[in-house]
């Protein structure tokens, strides 16, 4: 089958994703083989192409926001049958064991493992998945449509949930990109006022298009005090930002599985009147149906590019410089 390949870690801006022929994975015991029809690129893909995560498997296949067709079962397959459509995500297996794990909290399981890190993913023609941890599809979504869903659209939940935003509050979003604005059509959905910091002008107007109420820079004051903030740019310095526009009693959540350092903060400005900080990691399967379900319902409307697969790196180069409008998906067979 025809594949980008990882190799090496290195800067997107060298290309180090290989368009070549490797060999096709069979199915283990419940398991899926997935003929893939798009995968759609995160920024998670930038981190471990270029090593802000550290390696786990090289060479390797990158990509984790997959939709595509069953292709084949191995052993002990019961949920899905040949030529069902199915998604794959980030979070590919746990123990299921742990305490975490029997708690609901599977995100938070140390033995869990990842699509696209530790196993090979959807920049291919073909890939493997867990039968257990394959997602059934809304039929009314597009593939290009559902695919950003499969991760930026269930970090996004997540953090969104870890933000408590109360019922017609007033969110703020700093970063927009893929996750962000799936955010925002659910926020907005369930009767939020939505503002929204981001650098890129591209960014502003699609935002505005959306249903922003206020764009801006982070670092310009916003029109009126936030009830929640979730932070999807990777940047730390963007963090005490967040923490000094929202209310006091109000909670900031970073989205990102990666970011810079933070700095020094103030507490007075920062932390005090009972604000709080939350990381966001991973999700639990549990996020994925409900947003999925809810994604069918309002309907959510991801804006997607579409690229063959071969142009990875490409896409790639432009994700890493704010190019990207919306979501890059990466179509197969290429």
């Known amino acids: ?116 890190y530790h ?9 493997v998945v867990p039968e257990a941890f394959a997602y059934g599809l809304p039929g009314s979504m597009p593939d290009a449509e559902v695919a950003p869903l499969l991760c930026a659209g269930i970090i996004g939940f997540r953090a969104l949930a870890r ?46 298009d959306l249903g922003a109420a206020w764009v801006g820079q982070a670092n310009e004051p916003m029109p009126r005090a936030l009830d929640a903030a979730i932070v999807f740019a990777p940047a730390g310095a963007i963090v005490p930002l967040a923490l000094e526009r929202v209310r006091p009693g109000a909670t900031v959540a970073l989205a990102g599985i990666h970011m810079s350092r933070l700095p020094e903060m103030d507490y007075e400005r920062c932390l005090f009147h009972e604000k709080n900080l939350r990381s966001v990691e991973a999700n639990t399967r549990l996020d994925g149906v409900a947003l999925l379900r809810e994604a069918a319902r309002v309907p959510i409307r991801p804006r997607v590019v579409r690229y063959r697969l071969a142009e990875a790196n490409e896409v790639l180069i432009g994700l890493a410089e704010s190019r990207i409008d919306g979501t890059a998906v990466l179509s197969c067979p290429a």
């Open 1 to 116: 089958m025809r594949a980008m390949l990882l190799d090496r870690q290195a800067p997107i801006g060298t290309r180090p994703l290989e368009w070549c022929e490797v060999e096709a994975p069979r199915p283990g015991s419940q398991e899926l083989l997935v003929r893939v029809s798009v995968c759609a690129v995160c920024r998670t893909d930038l981190h471990v192409i270029e090593g802000d995560l550290p390696a786990r498997r090289l060479p390797l296949i990158p990509g984790h926001q997959i939709v595509g067709v069953v292709e084949a079962r191995g052993a002990n397959c019961e949920r899905f049958a040949v030529g069902d459509r199915v998604g794959i995500g980030w979070l590919r297996r746990t123990c299921g064991r742990c305490d975490d794990c029997a708690a609901g909290r599977e995100n938070l399981c140390r033995s869990s493992r990842y699509t696209g």
């Open 119 to 127: 196993a090979d993913g959807g920049y291919a023609e073909l890939t």
């Open 163 to 208: 933000a408590e935003l109360p019922p017609g509050g007033r969110l703020g979003l700093f970063g927009f990109g893929s996750s962000a604005h799936v955010v925002l059509q659910l926020a907005r959905h369930r009767g939020a006022e939505v503002l929204v910091a981001t650098r890129g002008e591209n960014h502003r107007r699609m935002a505005l």
